[in-house]
């Protein structure tokens, strides 16, 4: 009983360990000592995302379209995808001069699907006339028709000149740099507009286009 008191304290479990080792003889293995050292692996979760020695997937090999545009890509100019751009932009002010949107009947085709089933304005409606307007110089009537497209042609136009004249011309134009969260104030007041422009109340009423 003295002895198990004596080997008791912060390392009694240690000294346990050597005095059943000593009193088992001089040919007791230590228990620290079984065997030569046992290598376990690795740990089951490294295991399952280690991978495979000597397996990799195949490539892909794009379709004929797709290297098709790529030899396209690699091939052109510069210039070529800001002139495409502005070609894009040049058709639609074309379509917007020749169908004068002003003077066509509401369900005149094409027209806006929501607009023509309900009767509601979708947040794009009076888009057409508005730019209309402006190529017209009349920004008053265009921001009549549509108020944040008006206010947001200045941003996209110079978004548009400064990546072109980066892309095309090799131009280093301030850039316009657009937070997340104006974005997202951005989207939250059109929201806000296109619901608006629908309310049946005055001075709602006067948004309807």
């Not at 479990?13 to 293995?29: I, M, R, S």
């Not at 230590?30 to 020695?53: D, N």
């Not at 304005?121 to 730019?131: I, N, Q, S, V």
């Not at 989207?187 to 619901?195: D, I």
Request: net charge neutral.
């Amino acid at each position: 009983m003295e002895h198990a008191v004596h080997v008791a304290g912060p390392h009694g479990e240690h000294a346990a360990v050597e005095h059943a080792v000593h009193a088992a003889g001089p040919h007791a293995e230590h228990p620290h000592a079984a065997g030569p050292h046992v290598h376990h692996g690795p740990h089951p979760e490294h295991a399952a995302a280690a991978w495979p020695a000597g397996v990799a997937y195949p490539p892909v090999e794009p379709d004929r379209f797709t290297r098709l545009v790529l030899r396209l890509h690699a091939r052109a100019p510069r210039w070529a995808v800001p002139l495409a751009a502005l070609g894009c932009v040049g058709l639609g002010m074309a379509y917007a001069l020749l169908s004068d949107p002003t003077h066509s009947d509401p369900d005149a085709r094409p027209t806006c699907l929501l607009k023509l089933t309900t009767g509601l304005d979708c947040p794009g409606c009076g888009g057409t006339r508005a730019l209309w307007y402006v190529l017209h110089a009349d920004l008053p009537a265009a921001a009549r028709h549509h108020f944040l497209f008006v206010f947001s042609l200045p941003f996209l136009a110079w978004l548009f000149v400064s990546w072109a004249g980066n892309r095309a011309f090799g131009w280093r134009l301030p850039e316009l740099r657009i937070s997340p969260k104006v974005i997202g104030g951005f989207l939250a007041l059109w929201l806000a507009f296109s619901v608006a422009r629908n309310l049946p109340w005055a001075p709602f009423t006067s948004l309807y286009v």
